[in-house]
């Protein structure tokens, strides 16, 4: 049940104003709307060559595994479509390292920083294999699509 923010009259279900004072009613976004706002990235295959994305979706998944993203970025150097891949595993791989510092870091602070690194860590770990796991979907699907929060940065030109 909602109520005005306005007024604080009771709203309709569905209401797009406030029948007592005509307030619009503010849309809260839902966690489905927002888990598909981060997922509504740019998705630039059209940009590519169908051949090039045939020939080289299957080492593209290689640029999600850690180190070895230098497997598609040595086997196949001609390829923009295994270079767009090998980009995002590397943002990963080097944004893996940099939390890992930080992470060791913070455990030389006892407990509060151990708490912190347990959690934060946690949280952070799922979010890289989550975002691991998307663009090796990606790579063997043929999309040249961005990755939720990591896919704007271009290191690999
Ligand atoms: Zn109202």
Redesign the pocket.
Known sequence: MAF??????QLPDGANA?P????PVEKSASAADMAQNIMNTTDATAEFDPSDIENNKILSLFAYLGILFLIPLLAAPNSKYARFHTNQGLVLFLADIILSVLMSIFMLIPVVGWVLVGIVGGILGIIFLVLMILGIVNAVTGKAKELPVIGKIKILK
């Open positions: 005005c923010n306005k007024c604080g009259a406030c007592a004072c005509g307030a």
